[in-house]
């Protein structure tokens, strides 16, 4: 019995284990091109993503020669693609560890490649052979939910901005099973002037103040029936993130099966400099200075399953011209991204970037309050609306 016992955990682990071996030998073999072994002596260029041109090496690899033939940009690949990337360094979470200490050759020389790496969250995020693994055998784990906590007194204090005094409208109540769900994959994301930080943890961060906002005028302004799950996704292990919100958009389609739209909603931070992060971000709406929003949506580009993607990129394409017929320039436009983000799980889920790290809370809370417009007007245009 206790030899089946470890048999069966060892079968268990079997994915968990062939898959790191295959990113440790992905790994060896990357390093030893950039370090140019084998030697050849052929007079070939080195690939410009590894080095500054080859001038710094003294002789070309065979890896290398071969690495050449492939015109690819692995740097974009890897900070574009994939779910964990420089975008989302682990200094910026309040973790220390860097792939830079095991592999020197990823310095932080503008002209060598500069990631912030961790092979197996990488892996783990988005190809679906590890997510056993990643869950600790077929044992559900639930994610804790967020609860705000009382600001500690003698820490220091951050003054939420005053509600902008808004037009009386007519409070509508919503009637019927809720039609929008909102969630947050990162629900530590949050706004620098106003929190002081990226990420907030123990206490309510900017985001889901965004995303209350958002449900709240879709309910009190047009009458849609909503609901905000605030689950928190990201505080324990941030990589296993969107392991954890796929399990729950998977809960909420089983309690409301008549979610028409779901939105992951989150903050971008599209530039290491502060002020051309601000720029990319923010545009002006009625004279005041608001958040523009990105709308992201998934594919399978990196050979998961997501027959419907086509699907998700309609709906956000429409949704993008009622943003655009309503407010001009505050939408930063679609990008069409490589991995999943939970999107097959839904035909209209898609991933929104509420203004950026560099934005007040107050801005984004007025582009929440333009999103709703655009997604009432799409509700509006919609048969048998």
Known sequence: MRWQVIYRRWRLGLPFIKGVLLVATCFCLVSLAAAGWPRLSLPVAAVPVFT?????????????RV??????????????GLPLSSRYRPAEIGHTAGASDLFPWLSQSSSKLKLSLQPLGLV??????????????????EPPRLETAPVNPNGPQVVSPQPLPQPLQ???????????????????EDYVPTAGSTHTYGREAGIVAVGRE?????????????????????????????????DTVARLLKEQPKLQVILDIHRDAPNKDSVKSRTMTTTEIHGQQVGRIYIIVGTD???????????????????????????PGLSRGIKIDTARFNQQLHPRLILIEIGGDQNSLEEAMLAADYLADALAAWFQSQPGS
Not at 124 to 140: H, I, K
């Open 214 to 246: 958002l449900v709240q005028q879709l309910e009190e302004k047009h009458g849609i029936p909503c609901i905000h799950d605030i689950t928190l996704h990201d505080a324990d292990v941030f990589r296993e993130a969107y392991l954890r919100s796929a």
């Open 124 to 141: 783990q995020n988005e190809l679906g052979w590890f997510q056993l693994a990643a869950r600790g055998g077929d044992r559900f784990h």
């Open 67 to 80: 690495l050449e033939l492939y015109e690819v940009d692995f740097v974009q690949v890897f900070s574009q």
């Open 301 to 327: 580009r990196l050979g998961l399953a997501h027959p419907s993607w086509p699907e998700n990129h309609a709906f956000a394409l429409e949704l993008q011209g009622q943003l655009e017929a309503l407010y």
């Open 52 to 64: 500054d041109g080859g001038q710094g090496f003294t002789g070309q690899g065979l890896f290398r």
């Open 170 to 188: 007519p409070v509508l109540k919503p009637e019927g099973p809720a039609r929008v769900a909102v969630y947050h994959t990162h629900t530590s």
